[in-house]
């Protein structure tokens, strides 16, 4: 559901506070929570830290990857 290059099943997220453009928007989100919760269901979220994408911010601007070698 979060967006991501797909280059491992989606399993490479590139921003953990989206939403895929294959799922909708944010606001189709929401919308398909708020129903789920008007019908008594719970929506539950795999957040897997350890798939992130080589896109996501945390990999390509921060000041260590600067320092890092490319060996």
Not at 33 to 61: M, Y
Request: overall charge negative; charged content about 25%.
């Amino acid at each position: 559901m979060y967006p991501s290059p797909l280059r491992d099943d989606g399993y490479d997220i590139a921003d953990y506070t989206g939403i895929h453009p294959d799922y909708g928007a944010l606001d189709d989100w929401k919308a398909f929570v708020k129903e789920a919760h008007r019908r008594g269901l719970r929506v539950i979220v795999d957040l897997v830290l350890n798939h992130t994408s080589d896109e996501h911010p945390w990999f390509s601007g921060g000041p260590l990857v600067a320092r890092l070698p490319l060996s």
